[in-house]
């Protein structure tokens, strides 16, 4: 059980989490084990999945579904009368594994890397932007990705010049990041226009990851997942 409720720490969760479950079926298993275990180890706190949120105040319409402003909120944890946003990132390479219950996981590649860690950026922006437009409920905020890809975490351009089009939002360990700075693509930005715009970071950055399970499937094959956790401050 968490030991810990004084203070909200999503360490103490993932910890408890990864004695639950070591690999999940897609972002969407992954948000719902992390809310379970928010409220298991602080059953005084309100737990919001896909809480649609708005930057502006003043908005032409209360409807989520027509307002451009509106983003969604991973998981929205309510503690103490603050907000505690989080958003993840859920990335896979190609695996098969079958746990104890008889529950498949295939999961798929999803070698979009550029994009992935175009998105996890995205992630600390968005998040940042409600501490600023909601700086009196706002407490602190998390943008987590949890992957058995090693590409983002492993630096392979530590002693040569990165030439890739997506350096600047490169996720890998140790990464640091002082802002206010704009993360831009090298070269022209992709056509999709989801992906088409630099990224306006604040604050300062330092990227830890950390090993979150090793599983091994019925033919022997291993692989690991890696989290990392990034606090955005009001």
Not at 67 to 92: F, S
Not at 204 to 222: A, H, M, P, R
Request: charged share 30%.
């Amino acid at each position: 059980m968490c030991n810990d409720r004084l203070f909200f720490d999503i360490d103490i969760v993932i910890t408890e989490l990864m004695k639950k479950r070591e690999i999940f079926t897609s972002e969407a298993d992954f948000q719902l084990a992390l809310a379970q275990t928010i409220m298991l180890c602080y059953p005084e706190a309100r737990v919001r999945l896909e809480y649609c949120y708005f930057p502006e105040e003043n908005s032409n319409t209360n409807s989520c579904s027509e307002n451009p402003l509106k983003m969604y909120i991973d998981i929205l944890v309510l503690w103490g009368g603050k907000w505690i946003p989080i958003e993840l990132k859920y990335k896979t390479k190609a695996f098969k594994y079958t746990d104890n219950d008889g529950c498949v996981y295939a999961l798929k590649d999803q070698s979009a890397y550029d994009f992935g860690c175009y998105d996890y950026w995205r992630d600390v922006s968005r998040i940042k932007t409600i501490a600023k437009s909601n700086p009196n409920q706002y407490k602190k905020g998390y943008a987590i990705f949890l992957t058995n890809a090693s590409t983002y975490y492993k630096n392979n351009y530590k002693n040569k010049e990165d030439n890739t089009k997506y350096r600047d939002f490169r996720i890998h360990q140790d990464r640091k990041i002082k802002g206010p700075t704009t993360l831009k693509w090298n070269g022209d930005p992709p056509k999709d226009e989801k992906y088409s715009e630099g990224i306006d970071i604040l604050g300062i950055y330092s990227l830890k990851w950390e090993k979150y399970s090793t599983v091994t499937n019925d033919k022997g094959k291993q692989t690991i997942f890696k989290y990392l956790i990034t606090e955005i401050k009001r």
